[in-house]
């Protein structure tokens, strides 16, 4: 069984009753998206911010290299939901809240919804065994449309 089957089963056994999963559907994606932000937010040392970039484009570099690691149509997909998310903060960005305001509010947001779905599921968080997990819940949030569109990851 290949890395990715492995891993998206045994998150999967924690995502079982419908209520939580359509919570994770919406809630993961969006505390990847307030990572992101969160670490957008981290002042750049000049030389670095003269290029245009910053850390959480740094970051992404590596995570988007696991993603790819355990599948190339997965990578492909996180790739674009990092794309999406970059687009939203610049937007953000051009508005009169600070970003890393707009991602600690989604982040906790999102957390709390996560643990209700768990406690709705009756089982602790995938994270708290493994903390890969906390990339594999996206991963597997687009797996599971990937399935849907019957395109094999």
């Known amino acids: 069984m290949r890395d990715i089957e492995r891993l998206f089963n045994e998150y999967s056994e924690s995502h079982m009753n419908p209520t939580n999963k359509m919570i994770h559907n919406l809630a993961v994606p969006a505390i990847y998206f307030s990572v992101i932000g969160l ?27 696991y993603y790819f690691l355990l599948s190339g149509p997965i990578g492909a997909a996180m790739t674009l939901l990092t794309i999406a998310c970059f687009l939203i903060i610049e937007q953000v960005a051009q508005s009169t809240v600070p970003v890393w305001q707009v991602s600690v509010g989604v982040f906790v947001i999102m957390w709390i919804l996560q643990f209700i779905g768990h406690a709705i599921e009756g089982k602790r968080p995938s994270f708290f065994t493994d903390l890969r997990f906390l990339l594999i819940g996206p991963a597997w949030v687009w797996g599971c449309w990937l399935k849907r569109l019957n395109i094999s990851y």
Request: glycine fraction near 8%; hydrophobic fraction near 55%.
């Open 39 to 65: 670490v957008w937010s981290i002042p750049v040392p000049g030389f670095i911010e003269q290029y245009g970039i910053n850390f959480a484009h740094i970051l992404a570099i590596p995570v988007l290299y």
